[in-house]
């Protein structure tokens, strides 16, 4: 398992719509709150294993709408 990703998008109902479009993929995605730090117009996020992170490029290249970005996990500062 690589490190965690996020797919940042502009409205909750297109993380629910990435998500399920991602898990009909194949690809294991849930939904997560946004965490501290990261800007975002949207409260949500799809977080998604690194490992996919081209295949999720792929699909959400084609998608019919568009996605705000993709980002690294934040690592937690100790």
Do not use: N, W
């Not at 993929?25 to 996020?45: F, N």
């Not at 490029?57 to 937690?76: A, G």
């Amino acid at each position: 398992m690589s490190d965690p990703y996020l797919l940042l998008v502009f409205t909750t109902s297109h993380a629910i719509g990435i998500q399920k479009k991602l898990e009909k993929e194949g690809i294991h995605a849930t939904l997560s709150t946004i965490p501290r730090g990261v800007s975002s117009d949207c409260g949500m996020c799809v977080r998604f294993d690194g490992a996919d992170l081209e295949k999720v490029q792929e699909i959400v290249d084609h998608i019919p709408f568009e996605i705000q970005e993709i980002i690294p996990f934040p690592k937690q500062s100790s």
